[in-house]
């Protein structure tokens, strides 16, 4: 199965802003609204960030929003605080055949 | 509250089978389907299929198919998936994750370290 591609790292000072890009194609990201964000502690399981492109689960710090332009999506985390350190994923529903869920390959954000 | 819970650790030997449970309470099991994703030591995460608990019916990855089973046993709200003729590069934690509303994971279970050496 072909993964999202994401950059394999992202860094920034504590209170500035990154993001996050995960480029994908026209059966995956540019044709749903269905991309989710993940962000993963070592040794730990993945947790939900944002869902349906830019929507926030409940107790998820409105310092991380979701975006998405043609076959790009983009996770930006705003003020960044050190427990933000830590890998993100992101996943699109994809209609390309199976598998029918495809995530990204990764990004390790690191607070400088 | 929703729960996931997984159970430890397994080391098996080149060819061997294993399967993984996934005991899930707080919601209503039948309601919402759930997946299977596994990682590899230090690599990303891969989608390994979904089962509707309600039906029973399984949907899986190409590249799983033939050597995955997902299986669920509704009386206990637990969610298992086999893996057979496991090799080493089979080696992974594997996730069993809720599916929302829609096509999103948003609840995860610990993870089970599965170990395949000889």
């Known amino acids: 199965q072909s993964a999202l591609t994401q950059p394999a790292s992202v860094s920034g000072s504590p209170g500035q802003s990154i993001t996050i890009s995960c480029t994908g194609t026209?059966?995956?990201?540019?044709?749903?609204?269905?991309v989710s964000w993940y962000q993963q502690y070592p040794g730990k399981a993945p947790k939900l960030m944002i869902y349906?492109?830019?929507n926030r689960p409940s107790g998820v710090s409105n310092r991380f929003s979701g975006s998405k332009s043609g076959n790009t999506a983009s996770l930006t985390i705003s003020g960044l605080q050190a427990e933000d350190e830590a890998d993100y994923y992101c996943?699109?529903?994809?209609?390309?055949?199976?598998?029918?869920?495809?995530f990204g390959t990764g990004t390790k954000v690191t607070v400088l | 509250q929703v729960q996931l819970v997984q159970f430890g650790a397994e080391v098996k030997k080149p060819g061997a089978s294993v399967k993984v449970s996934c005991k899930a309470s707080?919601?209503?099991?039948?309601?919402?389907?759930m997946h299977w994703v596994r990682q590899a030591p230090g690599q990303g995460l891969e989608w390994i299929g979904w089962?509707?608990?309600?039906?029973?019916?399984?949907d899986y990855a190409r590249n799983f198919e033939g050597w995955v089973t997902m299986t669920r046993d509704t009386s206990i709200t637990t969610v298992y998936m086999e893996l057979s003729r496991l090799r080493s590069d089979d080696t992974a934690v594997y996730y069993c994750?809720?599916?929302?509303?829609?096509?999103?994971?948003?609840?995860w279970g610990q993870g089970s370290l599965v170990t395949v050496s000889s």
């Open positions: 349906g492109v830019n």
């Open positions: 707080g919601y209503t099991f039948s309601g919402y389907f």
């Open positions: 026209s059966s995956d990201i540019g044709g749903h609204n269905y």
């Open positions: 994750a809720r599916e929302g509303w829609n096509y999103y994971f948003d609840y």
């Open positions: 089962i509707n608990p309600d039906t029973g019916d399984t």
């Open positions: 996943n699109s529903y994809t209609s390309s055949n199976t598998p029918p869920y495809v």
